[in-house]
């Protein structure tokens, strides 16, 4: 590889308008110089989810402002810039067009090399950022839009070893909140309430734990949740603070036990390859929730595999994750020319079929 590779990331491809600039000395773990994020919460609260054409309005307005920002906390000029990364697809395709149409004019005035990325990849390939983390590790991608096992052999490499069959966890978190009329995102908001709730009042099912192999299924949560609040509504009329602790504790424990049971068996399968230092990470918004990574701390380390998890800013949207694949990318040579296209669906692992079902971002890949 060459000395020292400095490159700007773009991510713009949900909710979050994000820049940020990692630089890569040969030989030492990459370096996040800046790393700004701009959430779209507040412009989507009243609709109870991101509205697209919001989104990618909101992306065209902010992401100007956030390159401006991670240069100057990277105290660097375009002009330092090796190459500009931008996330090219899976997501919401109006939100993917404004950030590849940023990284395009960007490239085009600067002759900077342009390097699509895959949004996937970039949570996939965190734990090199942070950990350094060698190949092959299993990769457990947790999001509002996603869920699967991989296993990454090389940046542009993966094999998919199981995955949601409907709605991710994120997405499940979400619509419970809503249910609940929690503030979104649900993920945090039905966590904190979990804290002071009762996980066994409730008996919500463990979805597809019958069925062999680590494909997971969440929608019917939402469904249990649903009948259960409303029964209890009939019977008293609403809900009180512990009847929304305990339905959030009820739900999260079975988030927490499937994927508990679907990682030891992912785990099983990845240790067939033999690893030589075997090493299961989470990375995407969900692998924020301290019930979840503490469940597969515990399970990971059970089976002789260390267990990595990337900082909470780091496991929710951001640009540094787009920047370093970017830089694992352009190290294999792979650049794109001005005819780069958004892609609305990208699967990492192209050879696997497609999975079934087809949640609020689009068919599971
Ligand atoms: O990776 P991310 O920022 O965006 C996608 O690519 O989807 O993930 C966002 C998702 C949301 O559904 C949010 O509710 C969920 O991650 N999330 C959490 C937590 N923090 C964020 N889910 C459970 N517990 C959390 N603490
Ligand atoms: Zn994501």
Redesign the pocket.
Known sequence: MVQTLTVLGLES??DDTAAAVVRQRKGTRADILSSIVHGQTDLHSAYGGVVPEIAARAHAEKLDICVKQALTQANITLGDLDAIAVTAGPGLIGGVMSGVMCAKGLSAATGLPLVGVN??A??ALTPRLTDGIAFPYLMLLV????CQYLIAHGPERFTRLGGTIDDAPGEAFDKTARLLGLPQPGGPSVEVEARTGDPKRFRFPRPLLDRPGCDLSFSGLKTALMRMRDQIVGEKGGLTRQDRADLCAGFQQAIVDTLAEKSRRAIALYLEHAPQEPVIAVA??VAANTAIRSALETVSHGMGTRFTAPPLALC??NAAMIAYAGIERFQTGALDGLDLTARPRWPLDQSSPAMLGSGKKGAKA
């Not at 999001?143 to 996603?146: F, K």
């Open positions: 491809s949900c949004h996937l970039g949570h999001s509002g839009g996603h995407g918004g929710t949207d």
